[in-house]
């Protein structure tokens, strides 16, 4: 099992899971460091080209001087930089990292399925909307998380007239969305600027939501890996890990579970996707070793699984709970769908066209991302064959991305029929 962190903070657990969204190289990854102290970019490719391909994850205590006023009293640290006053611990949170690249976007809306709230950054040195910050938003409005701050970074690099132009046009872009009366907070990420602004801000508009945790558990699946270092002898090889988030119910170590849709097989020259059953050998979340996850931050489960089955993310997207109570497998399902008006993320104004026969779709249906083709229209409903299964349950939400361009697309959503 990997050593969780010892500090006084230990026995927290993260109440809320925020997501970090908006345009590539806004500053996403730079904030979560600056809240956590943890850089999310870990994977090679993401530092190599410095942008975020896989959700990040990090946890962060946010705390209170019982000295300091206001603003000042607030920070993601436990000693206070303003009187050196050892401070209070409010909560702690989950924050998620999410990329903001175009070819990136299934990757988002897969980790929006997971979030409670939202910070949306804008970068105070480029022209806003840029097409991402756009799109985003967007689908923070599909999936219904209307928890938004519009963080304006990068503040120390632009002149006091191009940050209030700025700020005009981030007013202006917000004008009838679900966004439109958020708090706009102006920090520089790279400098520590308003951070404790930021925090003061977070506490009070993020509120910790109610959970359902006497409901059959659901776990998404965002990440999966090996934790085994090269060389690591087969007696102390450690079982697969499983990182995501619960959406509903108590999961505890000990526990039999089923992930579903499970494992791809070729079976008589036919492809099949069977569920995978296994033992919960150990939990973290907030960093710490825990007996069960509830609903609320970011989690990582061990499994006895072989890693070779989990690593590099193979098996992302699929639902942990437990067996006979875990939702239907669907490999076509058809939905009525609604288009928007315009293709979110273009650069052109383009029209949304009517969904077509025969064309091939991205579909994101809570933490999974896949494609299918379309084979039915019947008046206002759509029959789609799924080529990677998902698993769901009637009346799930779907965001509809099409090919546009070489780029996927967001032109609408719906929910399953």
Not at 120 to 139: F, G, I, K
Not at 168 to 189: D, R
Not at 210 to 226: G, M, Q, T, V
Not at 255 to 270: A, F, M, S, V, W
Request: proline share 5%.
């Amino acid at each position: 099992m990997v050593k969780a962190k010892k500090d006084s903070t230990k026995d927290m657990v993260p109440e809320i899971s925020i997501g970090l969204v908006g345009h590539v190289d806004h500053g996403k990854t730079t904030l979560t460091q600056a809240l956590s102290g943890k850089w999310t970019d870990v994977h090679s490719e993401e530092l190599k080209r410095g942008i975020t391909i896989r959700l990040g994850y990090a946890d962060a205590v946010f705390y209170k001087c019982p000295k300091c006023k206001d603003a000042d009293a607030y920070s993601a640290l436990p000693k206070c930089s303003k009187c050196d006053s050892e401070a209070i611990p409010l909560r702690k949170v989950s924050f998620i990292d999410a990329p903001g690249h175009e070819t990136l976007m299934a990757t988002m809306l897969s980790g929006a399925a997971i979030i409670d709230a939202a910070l949306l950054l804008v970068s105070a040195n480029e022209d806003c909307p840029q097409p991402q910050t756009r799109e985003h938003l967007m689908a923070l409005e599909i999936i219904g998380v209307k928890n938004i701050i519009v963080v304006q970074n990068k503040i120390d690099i632009v002149s006091k007239e191009d940050l209030i132009k700025n700020h005009k046009q981030i007013k202006k872009f917000l004008k009838g969305t679900i966004a439109e009366n958020s708090p706009i907070i102006p920090i520089s990420a790279q400098h520590n600027i308003n951070i404790d602004v930021l925090v003061q801000t977070i506490q009070e508009q993020f509120q910790s939501p109610k959970r359902e945790s006497n409901a059959d558990p659901l776990f998404y699946i965002a990440r999966s890996f090996d934790v085994n270092k090269p060389g690591t002898l087969i007696k102390n090889i450690n079982g697969g890990v499983l990182g995501g988030a619960m959406s509903v119910g108590v999961l505890k170590v000990g526990e039999t579970i089923e992930i579903r849709p499970g494992l791809k097989k070729e079976k008589q020259g036919k492809t099949v996707w069977e569920p995978i059953t296994t033992e919960i050998s150990g939990m973290i979340t907030g960093e710490s070793e825990v007996k069960e996850i509830t609903p609320g931050g970011s989690a990582a489960i061990q499994t006895k699984l072989d890693p070779s089955i989990v690593k590099t993310d193979s098996l992302v997207g699929n639902v942990i709970g437990l067996p006979e109570h875990m939702p239907e497998v669907f490999e076509e399902f058809k939905f009525k769908p609604e288009l928007l008006e315009r293709v979110v993320g273009a650069k052109d104004d383009l029209i949304v066209d009517p969904i077509k026969k025969g064309e091939t779709l991205m579909l994101n249906v809570n933490a999974t991302a896949t494609v299918g083709l379309v084979v039915d229209l019947k008046k206002d409903f759509i029959h789609i064959n799924l080529k990677k299964p998902v698993c769901a349950s009637n009346g799930d939400r779907v965001t509809i991305s099409r090919m546009i361009g070489a780029r996927w697309r967001l032109i609408g959503y719906g929910n399953l029929d």
